[in-house]
């Protein structure tokens, strides 16, 4: 029996509450986003919501839950989600990454989030720039505040980390698995821009080294 909006939202909240770092756990709340698409504002209100309100470490989970749900999106057809998180990436990564102490320890994780976004093609050159610049400005501010505060341990329990650093090797797992995944268009354009990006420029040290090789092949072939 389908549900109505109210309880879609309190099943779709309880989803979000019970998110973790693993593939399954995003997979299974990104199913019951898309099985209740036509309440898709609803639901997408509801994640807003709990990142202002959750921890820290389930911030994260929540913002690694969006790649999910935007790939499956895609393959589904249904786009909303893809468009809405687009919109409002900047003040996701503002939720995730919130001026206050501890926060810094989002930082990197948020970044690997916003390539990975990059990487499969759901968001543009641009919005990556745009939330980058945000996230970087925001690391800067974050670090200063800690730094002021004479670099006290952020008020995490024992058990938040502990869970934290489980939870962080279930995601190194999942970047590793998904490295080589290449989002749908040309893959020759994609594999080049990749290239284009990652490699970095010429330096007296690369100078050096064709030196030595064209000198090596010079020899060799006398």
């Known amino acids: 029996m389908p549900l109505d909006a109210f309880e879609a939202r309190l099943t779709f909240i309880e989803y979000l509450r019970r998110l973790n770092a693993s593939i399954q756990s ?3 709340c990104a199913q019951f986003a898309l099985r209740y698409q036509d309440l898709s504002e609803d639901l997408y209100s509801c994640i807003l919501e709990e990142l202002d309100k959750t921890s820290l470490n389930a911030r994260i989970n929540i913002l690694y839950f969006l790649e999910t749900l935007c790939e499956n999106s895609i393959r589904t057809g249904f786009e909303d989600y893809v468009d809405m998180v687009t919109r409002d990436l900047s003040e996701i990564l503002d939720k995730v990454v919130p001026p206050a102490q501890g926060a810094l320890a989002n930082v990197a994780l948020a970044r690997k989030a916003l390539d990975n976004l990059k990487r499969k093609s759901i968001i543009t050159s641009e919005n990556y720039e745009s939330a980058e610049a945000m996230l970087s400005e925001r690391e800067k501010l974050v670090s200063q505040e800690e730094f002021q505060m ?12 502990l869970r934290r ?52 092949l010079e020899q060799a072939s006398r």
Not at 150 to 161: A, N, T, V
């Open 150 to 161: 004479k670099k006290e341990l952020p008020s995490f329990s024992k058990e938040e980390i």
């Open 165 to 216: 650093m489980e939870e962080d090797r279930e995601r190194h797992k999942r970047m590793r698995e998904n490295i080589w995944v290449i989002p749908p268009g040309d893959a020759m354009q994609i594999e080049f821009e990749n290239a284009w990006e990652t490699t970095s420029s010429l330096d007296e040290d690369d100078y050096d080294m064709m030196r030595e090789e064209n000198a090596i």
């Open 26 to 28: 995003a997979t299974k």
